[in-house]
């Protein structure tokens, strides 16, 4: 086990492995061939790769820094220099053999030993000078070895002649003695030359020969000469076999190295770390960058419980928490746990740690050693990952998979009672025309606002999805009433009805709710979705802004709206649609000035339908674009035939304007019809300001520089705003028949409304048309406002190609014919009472009543034809038809007249009473 708190030789364990961090000089020889030097005595430093004979420090980082080794300072290498700095301790230890010499002689040296003796101790004394000198040699040049002779053989046989001239001229010394001595001062030699085989060799041989020097032997020579060969050779051999292992070693320790300083800087760079406990559990290493985040140093985090290191989750332990304390108790194995750090960030931080259990060489457990990586950014992106998988991107609401997913685990709850639930879907009215006209950065901020407005109404009470679109979801678990349900239904279409503001406009949409019930409706998740669309459907094709509950009937009506569709898209193919004009009529002159074109179609099987039937299945299916080329082509054709005074008026709907390619395909409408451009005009409404930008006034400037007219359909119905009045080229301004109808009845605010409708048109030099005109009352009042045309039913139905050609054959002259008032004269009151329908009562208020109809409140979403038995006493009952309902408010239709009392009021009672109560007065019979 490693000390604690100290930098760990990953993955070896032995001491004396080279620090990381540190460098020293590498010799590189001639052939490029690097040395190796390794010390006995001392740890190993790394060494640099440098030039030949050069030497210098290069940074851990730098390239080529992976190490040799050489010893530390005060020693040289013994595999490559014979003179070792440790030479020096040769000189007391030749003046000791002396000493002890005269010790047994009991007498002095002479002068003549006693010099040669100081020469060879100078001569050792030297030996750190001569060694820096031979480093700086080249470990194959022959200066070494003049450089050894002089620092070791030079001593050695001074110090043998010295010794034995003593021995010759004093009898008290024997040779034992002195061969004693010489045989000590080798082996002092061998020790302090650290295993330098040459030079061991070489103080030997020179010893003995500066013994053999005083005896002048010459067979003593020879002994010495031919031992000193053996020697030699075995020295060589011995030292081959060193470098052999000393290249192992320095191999081994380069790797071990490598491994070090790569672990080294895969903590550094923050990729991983690594740990280590005692076999309790204890930790007795982790890297530093880990004992930073924990707020301690290494020393601080040694001694800590390894599971301190973790968060452990309020109320329990995390499940990997738990397979920590398993693995740690069981002395196993493992890898991978996901763990929450003990950091004191503010963000959470996640690691994922392994490790093994450590064993000694009997196989006693000495505790665990492993690694960890940073897993924070990793569930970071899982997160996100999730987060795209289960939640809508633009407004952070549960997706379709989501949604789905929790109406899935409602319908297999154990418990019967809490599988039931209310499931809403809910379609965005005009949405598509605000992503068309403005672009769909704008139809995303618009989605957003929806979501937040849509989450704050449900609240608590359920879940909010988008699944996808303008399409959301609405979850409700339990059991609801149906009263409770339409109120939620109501509130949401009120809200989702507020104005939005988008990129400094107030855009206005619609929504529309389809609702669906389990087990009402259906027991699976498919069948209550497709009975919620259905639903949806049906409120849509009623006439949006409504809610609608899951019936039965709804399929047939599918079928039937399905069927319309396939016939539309025949009709198209087959050239059945037919096109309608309406004369448009100048008030000062009552000639008709031109025609609106009209769209009809003559059905094969229920004769001609109503656009509203059709036109909204031609936009939700984008044949609108066709239908409205086709349009433009024909208008144009039969404007042709016309006289040249009379012009055509087609409608352009927000899509075709939006279209790039409009004032292309009006040119060749033109062109192909041989007409004058100033003939045609293009109603646009007011929809497509809805993203007005530089591409809505380049559309206006092009189409006017084609030379068609240009008039505003149906102004003050939509988004209203004064500001575009002043930069389109408009030439006309047409009043919706909203603002027309009723405007002549006393106390109506219409005509004030049209009035200044006018004067602004006036203003800016626009004609202005009012449509829908059908009484004797309503033309005189539009007229007297200033009106510079009329177009409704009081001049002229809609008539076919044929019709128009007939009628302008009679001239341009018109004649008002039609009734001076719009409907027969009618009372408030607020007066109660009761409706039946379906076996169902509903309680309700008259606000108005005539003879053939009322205003009645306080019924929602009323479809149109749908008849009530309308209680209006005790005794006294009627039928009655819805013809119109908006919110709250329903417009009802008597199957028969009611009767008047002599003041021309409405009576409420029963005729047959009133005979019966008195005899005064005649009676008018109901019906």
């Given at each position: ?37 390794v ?28 190490a ?127 295993g ?9 041989v ?11 032997s ?65 930790v ?159 139809g ?17 009470m ?43 406009a ?16 259906g027991?699976?998740?498919?069948e209550?979705?497709?009975?919620a ?28 709206r ?14 059945t ?12 002159t ?35 674009a ?57 109603e ?24 068609v ?14 500001g ?39 203003a ?40 128009v ?56 979403n ?6 009530f ?14 013809r ?44």
């Amino acid at each position: 086990m490693a000390k604690t708190g100290s930098r760990r030789r990953w993955p070896t364990a032995g001491e004396g492995v080279p620090d990381s961090r540190a460098s020293a000089p590498l010799r590189v020889d001639a052939a490029g061939e690097s040395e190796l030097t390794v010390s006995h005595d001392s740890a190993p430093d790394i060494l640099a790769v440098d030039e030949p004979v050069l030497e210098a420090t290069a940074p851990r980082s730098a390239a080529g820094n992976f190490a040799l080794l050489r010893p530390k300072g005060g020693s040289s290498d013994p595999l490559f220099y014979f003179i070792a700095r440790r030479w020096e301790l040769m000189a007391p230890c030749m003046i000791c053999a002396l000493v002890i010499m005269g010790l047994v002689a009991r007498a002095a040296p002479g002068p003549g030993p006693s010099l040669l003796t100081l020469f060879a101790a100078l001569g050792c004394l030297a030996a750190p000078w001569l060694a820096r000198i031979e480093e700086r040699c080249a470990h194959d040049s022959w200066k070494r070895y003049p450089l050894m002779l002089l620092a070791i053989a030079l001593p050695m046989a001074l110090f043998g002649t010295a010794a034995t001239d003593w021995t010759l001229s004093s009898p008290e010394l024997g040779g034992s003695v002195t061969i004693s001595v010489f045989v000590l001062t080798v082996l002092l030699a061998t020790v302090l030359l650290e295993g330098r085989q040459t030079s061991i060799v070489t103080a030997t041989v020179a010893l003995w020969c500066g013994a053999s020097l005083p005896s002048t032997s010459f067979h003593a020579f020879g002994l010495i000469v031919a031992g000193s060969a053996v020697g030699l050779v075995v020295a060589r051999r011995q030292m081959r076999t060193a470098a052999a292992e000393s290249a192992r070693g320095a191999e081994q320790a380069l790797r071990q190295h490598r491994a070090e300083e790569l672990l080294g800087e895969y903590e550094d760079t923050g990729q991983g770390w690594f740990w280590e406990s005692d076999r309790r559990g204890l930790v007795t290493y982790v890297s530093p960058r880990i004992a930073q985040l924990l707020g301690c140093t290494q020393e601080e985090a040694a001694g800590r419980t390894f599971a301190s290191l973790f968060h452990v989750e309020t109320g329990g332990q995390q499940e990997s928490e738990r397979t920590l304390a398993f693995h740690f108790a069981t002395r196993s194995s493992f890898q991978d746990l996901t763990v929450r750090a003990a950091t004191g960030e503010a963000d959470e931080r996640w690691w994922s740690i392994s490790g093994r259990p450590v064993l000694d060489q009997f196989h006693n457990f000495l505790g665990f050693r492993g690694s960890g990586t940073d897993l924070t950014e990793t569930r970071k992106s899982q997160q996100h990952v999730t987060q795209l998988a289960r939640f809508d991107s633009l407004t952070a609401l549960a997706n379709r998979y989501q949604m789905a997913e929790w109406l899935e685990k409602i319908l297999t709850s154990p418990r019967l009672e809490s599988r039931a639930c209310a499931v809403f879907l809910l379609d965005l009215d005009r949405f598509k025309q605000v992503n068309d006209t403005m672009g769909h950065p704008a139809g995303d901020a618009l989605l957003k606002q929806v979501a937040e407005r849509l989450t704050g109404t449900v609240g608590a009470m359920g879940r909010v999805g988008r699944l996808g679109g303008d399409e959301f979801q609405v979850l409700l678990p339990g059991h609801h009433q149906h009263e409770g349900l339409a109120h939620l239904a109501r509130r949401i279409i009120e809200n989702l009805s507020q104005a939005y503001p988008i990129d400094g406009a107030q855009v206005t949409i619609g929504a529309s709710v389809g609702i669906s019930l389990c087990p009402d409706n259906g027991v699976t998740a498919e069948e209550i979705i497709r009975n919620a669309d259905l639903a949806l459907y049906a409120a849509k094709g009623g006439g949006r802004g409504r809610h609608y509950f899951y019936d039965d009937d709804l399929h047939s009506d599918v079928k039937e709206r399905q069927q319309l569709e396939q016939d539309l898209r025949d009709a198209i193919a087959l050239g059945t649609l037919e096109l309608h004009y309406q004369p448009q009529i100048r008030t000062t002159t009552e000639r008709i000035t031109g025609f609106e074109a009209l769209l009809r179609w003559n059905h094969p099987r229920h004769g001609y339908l109503s656009p509203a039937r059709f036109v909204p299945v031609a936009e939700e299916t984008g044949l609108v674009a066709e239908i409205g080329e086709w349009a433009l082509r024909t208008a144009c054709r039969h404007l042709a035939a016309w006289p040249d005074e009379v012009r055509v008026a087609v409608n352009v709907s927000p899509l075709q304007f939006s279209n790039p390619a409009l004032p292309s395909i009006v040119t060749r409408a033109i062109a192909d019809a041989g007409i004058a451009p100033s003939r045609l005009e293009l109603e646009i409404t007011e929809s497509v300001f809805l993203g007005e930008d530089e591409s809505t006034e380049a559309m206006f400037a092009a189409l006017k520089a084609i030379g068609v007219r240009l008039a505003l359909d149906d102004f003050g119905t939509g988004y209203s705003s004064l500001g575009y009045l002043k930069k389109a080229p408009f030439d006309k301004i047409k009043l919706d028949q909203s603002f027309v109808r009723g405007a002549a009845i006393e106390g109506s605010r219409n005509g004030a409304i049209i009035s200044s409708i006018v004067s602004l048109a006036e203003a800016l030099n626009m004609e202005t048309t009012a449509e829908g005109v059908e009484t004797l009352d309503e033309l005189d009042l539009v007229r007297l406002l200033g009106c510079s045309h009329v177009q409704g039913y009081i001049y002229e139905r809609p008539l076919d190609g044929v019709g128009v050609a007939a009628r302008l054959a009679l001239g341009l002259g018109a004649t008002a014919q039609g009734p001076r008032s719009a409907r027969a004269p009618r009372q408030t009151m607020l007066r109660k009472v009761m409706l039946e329908h379906g076996g169902h009562i509903y309680h309700a208020t008259i606000r108005n009543v005539s003879q053939t109809g009322a205003l009645v409140e306080g019924l929602w979403n009323v479809p149109v034809e749908t008849c009530f038995a309308l209680h209006l006493s005790d005794d006294h009952v009627v039928l009655a038809h819805a013809r119109w309902c908006r919110e709250d408010h329903m417009g009802v239709e008597f199957a028969a007249p009611l009767e008047l009392d002599a003041h021309g009021a409405v009576l409420f009672t029963a005729p047959r009473t009133l005979r019966e109560a008195s005899d005064s007065g005649p009676m008018r019979k109901a019906g």
